[in-house]
Nanobody, 121 residues
Protein backbone atom coordinates (compact mmCIF):
# COMPACT_ATOMS: atom_id res chain seq x y z
CA UNK A 1 0.00 0.00 0.00
CA UNK A 2 1.50 3.30 -1.11
CA UNK A 3 1.40 6.20 1.29
CA UNK A 4 2.38 9.78 0.60
CA UNK A 5 2.30 11.95 3.71
CA UNK A 6 3.09 15.65 3.86
CA UNK A 7 3.98 17.59 6.96
CA UNK A 8 5.44 20.93 7.95
CA UNK A 9 2.63 23.28 7.04
CA UNK A 10 1.37 25.92 9.37
CA UNK A 11 0.76 29.59 9.95
CA UNK A 12 3.60 32.02 9.36
CA UNK A 13 3.98 35.73 8.87
CA UNK A 14 4.91 37.21 5.53
CA UNK A 15 8.64 37.01 5.01
CA UNK A 16 8.95 33.89 7.10
CA UNK A 17 10.01 30.39 6.16
CA UNK A 18 8.66 26.87 6.30
CA UNK A 19 10.03 23.51 5.28
CA UNK A 20 7.57 20.96 4.00
CA UNK A 21 8.40 17.27 4.09
CA UNK A 22 6.84 14.38 2.23
CA UNK A 23 7.53 10.82 3.30
CA UNK A 24 6.69 8.13 0.78
CA UNK A 25 6.30 4.45 1.54
CA UNK A 26 5.18 1.39 -0.35
CA UNK A 27 7.16 2.06 -3.51
CA UNK A 28 10.72 2.42 -4.69
CA UNK A 29 11.19 6.12 -4.12
CA UNK A 30 14.10 6.50 -6.53
CA UNK A 31 11.98 5.20 -9.40
CA UNK A 32 9.64 8.19 -9.22
CA UNK A 33 9.91 11.81 -10.11
CA UNK A 34 8.39 14.00 -7.43
CA UNK A 35 6.62 17.29 -7.31
CA UNK A 36 4.92 19.85 -5.17
CA UNK A 37 1.57 21.33 -6.14
CA UNK A 38 -0.67 23.82 -4.44
CA UNK A 39 -4.26 24.90 -4.62
CA UNK A 40 -5.90 27.88 -3.00
CA UNK A 41 -9.67 28.22 -2.59
CA UNK A 42 -11.25 29.26 -5.87
CA UNK A 43 -7.97 28.82 -7.72
CA UNK A 44 -6.72 26.18 -10.10
CA UNK A 45 -4.08 23.71 -9.05
CA UNK A 46 -0.60 25.05 -9.65
CA UNK A 47 2.58 23.11 -10.23
CA UNK A 48 5.10 24.66 -7.86
CA UNK A 49 8.20 22.56 -8.26
CA UNK A 50 9.41 19.25 -9.65
CA UNK A 51 12.48 17.12 -9.12
CA UNK A 52 13.73 14.25 -11.22
CA UNK A 53 14.50 10.73 -10.06
CA UNK A 54 18.08 11.48 -9.10
CA UNK A 55 17.43 15.03 -7.98
CA UNK A 56 19.71 16.46 -10.64
CA UNK A 57 16.94 18.21 -12.55
CA UNK A 58 14.48 20.63 -11.03
CA UNK A 59 11.68 22.92 -12.12
CA UNK A 60 10.22 25.95 -10.39
CA UNK A 61 7.17 27.96 -11.23
CA UNK A 62 7.90 31.62 -11.87
CA UNK A 63 5.79 32.52 -8.86
CA UNK A 64 8.19 30.76 -6.47
CA UNK A 65 11.49 30.87 -8.32
CA UNK A 66 14.27 32.16 -6.12
CA UNK A 67 12.24 31.66 -2.95
CA UNK A 68 11.50 27.94 -2.85
CA UNK A 69 13.91 25.04 -3.11
CA UNK A 70 13.03 21.41 -3.75
CA UNK A 71 15.22 18.51 -2.71
CA UNK A 72 15.01 14.79 -2.07
CA UNK A 73 16.80 12.15 -0.03
CA UNK A 74 16.19 8.86 -1.77
CA UNK A 75 17.67 6.80 1.05
CA UNK A 76 15.05 8.26 3.37
CA UNK A 77 12.27 8.24 0.76
CA UNK A 78 11.65 11.87 1.61
CA UNK A 79 10.91 14.95 -0.46
CA UNK A 80 11.38 18.47 0.85
CA UNK A 81 10.27 21.95 -0.08
CA UNK A 82 12.11 24.79 1.60
CA UNK A 83 9.97 27.91 1.37
CA UNK A 84 11.54 31.27 2.12
CA UNK A 85 10.31 34.84 1.87
CA UNK A 86 6.74 33.65 2.07
CA UNK A 87 3.99 35.89 0.78
CA UNK A 88 0.26 35.92 1.56
CA UNK A 89 -0.38 34.70 -1.98
CA UNK A 90 1.50 31.52 -1.11
CA UNK A 91 -1.41 30.55 1.13
CA UNK A 92 -2.77 27.24 -0.14
CA UNK A 93 -2.98 23.54 0.42
CA UNK A 94 0.32 22.02 -0.64
CA UNK A 95 0.36 18.54 -2.12
CA UNK A 96 3.20 16.13 -2.65
CA UNK A 97 3.00 13.85 -5.65
CA UNK A 98 4.91 10.94 -7.15
CA UNK A 99 4.89 10.04 -10.82
CA UNK A 100 6.72 8.09 -13.41
CA UNK A 101 6.88 11.12 -15.72
CA UNK A 102 8.90 14.14 -14.72
CA UNK A 103 6.86 17.26 -14.00
CA UNK A 104 3.63 16.05 -15.54
CA UNK A 105 0.52 16.64 -13.47
CA UNK A 106 -1.41 14.48 -15.93
CA UNK A 107 0.77 11.51 -15.07
CA UNK A 108 0.85 11.67 -11.29
CA UNK A 109 0.52 8.20 -9.84
CA UNK A 110 0.15 9.06 -6.17
CA UNK A 111 -0.98 12.14 -4.28
CA UNK A 112 -0.59 13.08 -0.67
CA UNK A 113 -3.44 14.42 1.42
CA UNK A 114 -1.97 17.88 1.59
CA UNK A 115 -0.67 20.21 4.25
CA UNK A 116 -2.04 23.70 4.79
CA UNK A 117 0.24 26.71 4.50
CA UNK A 118 -1.16 30.02 5.63
CA UNK A 119 0.85 33.22 5.34
CA UNK A 120 -0.45 36.25 7.18
CA UNK A 121 0.22 39.86 6.25
Amino acid sequence: QVQVVESGGGLVQAGGSLRLSCIVSGLTFGDYAMGWFRQAPGKERETISCISWSGRNTYYADSVKGRFSISRENAKATLYLQMNSLKPEDTAMYYCAAGRVYCSAENVDYWGQGTQVTVSS
